[in-house]
T-cell receptor, first 109, second 115 residues
Framework: LAKTTQPISMDSYEGQEVNITCSHN???????ITWYQQFPSQGPRFIIQ???TKVTNEVASLFIPADRKSSTLSLPRVSLSDTAVYYC??????????FGTGTRLQVTL | DVKVTQSSRYLVKRTGEKVFLECVQD?????MFWYRQDPGLGLRLIYF???????EKGDIPEGYSVSREKKERFSLILESASTNQTSMYLC??????????????FGQGTRLTVV
């Protein structure tokens, strides 16, 4: 399984764009990159998944460079309700969905 | 909507008791997972099941066992509860294959306190 490294915490003001980068230097050919969001006292929630280039949905965008050794989750115009822990996962269909410690995003006014 | 239901939201058990945590999903998912979450340690995988009666150890299986007799139900068993098993336990399920295998759905969690 590819190991992931992401910042422990980030701070942002409401209305700003937030980019959280995840490093996964030993990503394998079959691996996908998946991001989850977790609010306090709740289970994680799937946000977005990608393999290469860019993926966008109603919540976020995921940017993956050609070498796929890193990925960036982009949250446009964050609000207070985006305060949460964000997890980057890397693996294939045989993976066991291994979570790390995530990035704690704090959004303030 | 996919629903993953854990049998208890809060549970208090005594040291040495045998504890059963139940999880049921209603979307015919092949994969089911049990995690525990502790402050500063993120989510750690205890056990994973990819089919009925099939299971694989996760990162921290010691002190736990699991049972999957039916596709929709995945039980976590603490054979002899200890205080270091006080934690939030989270169950999840996902499909196998296609583009959906990484989209897991989580239950609301069970906060277990062992005294």
């Amino acid at each position: 399984l590819a190991k992931t490294t992401q910042p422990i915490s980030m701070d942002s003001y409401e209305g700003q764009e937030v980019n959280i980068t995840c490093s996964h230097n030993n990503i394998a050919t079959n691996d996908y990159i998946t991001w989850y969001q977790q609010f306090p006292s709740q289970g994680p929630r799937f946000i977005i998944q990608g393999y290469k280039t860019k993926v966008t949905n109603e919540v976020a965008s995921l940017f993956i460079p050609a070498d796929r050794k890193s990925s960036t989750l982009s949250l446009p115009r964050v609000s207070l309700s985006d305060t949460a822990v964000y997890y980057c996962l890397v693996g294939d269909a045989a993976s066991k969905l291994t979570f790390g410690t995530g990035t704690r995003l704090q959004v303030t006014l | 909507d996919v629903k993953v239901t854990q049998s208890s939201r809060y549970l208090v058990k005594r040291t040495g008791e045998k504890v059963f945590l139940e999880c049921v999903q209603d979307m015919d998912h092949e994969n089911m997972f049990w995690y525990r979450q502790d402050p500063g340690l993120g989510l750690r995988l205890i056990y994973f099941s990819y089919d009925v009666k099939m299971k694989e150890k996760g990162d921290i299986p010691e002190g736990y066992s699991v049972s999957r007799e039916k596709k929709e139900r995945f039980s976590l068993i603490l054979e002899s509860a200890s205080t270091n098993q006080t934690s939030m336990y989270l169950c999840a399920s996902s499909k196998t294959g296609g583009g959906e295998w990484a989209e897991a759905f989580f239950g609301q969690g069970t906060r277990l306190t062992v005294v």
